[in-house]
């Protein structure tokens, strides 16, 4: 009975522990994706930019799993969306840009024990999955809005020359010119910050 009754606290303990976490956490991203944005150079001009706010997110998923990342990624979409972006363009762009781009970093819960036993490989490749789907998501909110904006053969050709405005360009501009440039540079400085942590985030772990 005492076992029993040890196993339901400390059960309410990595409970109220998780949700501490994940809410710390969570303010953590908001807070730096809030302080990139007062750094002028370092964003895109029609949203997005470098930031380092998903690698809060992604501690979450390690130490908390990917039920508390996953909502955790979700709420930090609509804050980044309402509130620090103010955007809000469309509801392609909230669920692309937002809501699956920042959601889709709880994927690096699947190497979670890995990661825990120390494994870096794992992180950068659950890292680097994350930032593919966002990567994926937000190309694809790009090629939607730029129709809505008027983005259209004239605007491809005075980036990419005379006689390339086809739409194929259209996904070269969302894709490569526009999105994987800062999401990239991002993602690899988040991986940099991370694996420096890695020997603190494990004792995080062993501690809880």
């Keep these: 009975m005492n076992e029993k009754n ?7 303990r990595k409970v109220i522990f998780n949700i501490a976490f994940s809410a710390i956490f969570l303010s953590l991203s908001v807070v730096l994706d809030y302080v990139f944005k007062l750094i002028p150079f370092l964003q895109m001009p029609n949203g997005g930019g470098i930031t380092i706010g998903m690698l809060p997110l992604v501690l979450i998923s390690i130490i908390c799993g990917g039920y508390y990342g996953l909502l955790s990624g979700i709420a930090y979409g609509v804050i980044n969306c309402f509130v620090i972006d103010a ?3 469309n509801v392609y762009s909230f669920f ?11 994927i690096i819960a699947i190497f979670r024990k890995k990661i825990l036993d120390g494994s870096k490989f794992y992180f950068v490749l659950g890292f680097a999955l994350g930032g593919i789907i966002r990567w994926i998501s937000s190309g694809f909110s790009g090629v939607i809005n730029a129709g809505l ?4 053969k004239e605007f491809l050709e005075n980036i990419f020359g ?3 405005g086809s739409k194929i360009w259209l996904y070269l501009y969302s894709f490569v010119y ?5 999401i990239g540079v991002s993602v690899i400085l988040c991986i940099v ?11 995080i772990n062993i501690e809880k």
Excluded: C, M, Q, V
Aim: net charge positive; no cysteine; hydrophobic share 40%.
């Design 6 to 12: 040890e196993n339901k606290s400390t059960g309410k």
């Design 178 to 182: 526009y999105n994987l440039p800062y």
């Design 96 to 106: 692309l840009d937002y809501i699956i781009a920042f959601a889709g970093f709880s």
């Design 193 to 203: 910050i991370g694996l420096i942590l890695l020997k603190r985030i494990n004792k």
């Design 149 to 152: 904006w008027g983005y259209d």
């Design 87 to 89: 955007y809000g363009f």
């Design 162 to 164: 005379a006689g390339h």
